[in-house]
């Protein structure tokens, strides 16, 4: 029952498609349409893994992966990530709205498979929606 109310309350996150004209979509709308990716931990973690993310870019976008980056912890959501880490394509690098949500949501998710809440992680989701793996 956990597991189902974890991935009902992740459907439910919002994230910006920065396209043409800047679209909010819950992870639920993307099912069928993309992989997701969620990138949590420090700054440095984040930053890190989308600079290893742009280097591969055409093969993330080929394999319709979105990556969704969240800096837990107390430091702030970079606002200019795309700039500074070279993964400028919209519909690969999605912004996170309502970030305290994305935090509770992994740190919440973390808890429960008993990973230390300093921790950097990624949780990576299939096209259905379902958690496919996690570190």
């Known amino acids: 029952?956990?597991?189902?109310?974890r991935e009902t309350a992740l459907s439910q996150l919002k994230a910006e498609i920065n396209l043409k004209k800047p679209r909010l979509v819950t992870l639920q709308q993307?099912?069928?349409f993309a992989r997701?990716?969620?990138?949590?931990g420090s700054e440095e973690y984040v930053m890190e893994a989308l600079?290893?993310?742009a280097e591969v870019k055409a093969e993330i976008k080929d394999r319709s992966i979105c990556i969704i980056p969240v800096v837990l912890g107390g430091?702030?959501?970079?606002?200019?990530?795309?700039e500074l880490t070279g993964l400028s394509d919209p519909e690969v690098l999605l912004a996170p709205i309502?970030?305290?949500q994305w935090k509770a949501w992994l740190n919440q998710t973390m808890d429960e498979a008993?990973?230390?809440g300093d921790s950097n992680v990624y949780v990576g989701l299939r096209m259905d929606g379902r958690g496919k793996g996690q570190r």
Not at 1 to 5: G, K, S, Y
Not at 77 to 82: C, D, E
């Open 1 to 5: 029952i956990a597991r189902l109310q």
């Open 30 to 32: 993307l099912q069928g």
């Open 36 to 40: 997701t990716v969620v990138v949590g």
């Open 51 to 53: 600079r290893s993310a």
């Open 75 to 82: 430091a702030a959501q970079p606002a200019n990530l795309s």
């Open 98 to 100: 309502l970030v305290d």
């Open 114 to 116: 008993g990973v230390p």
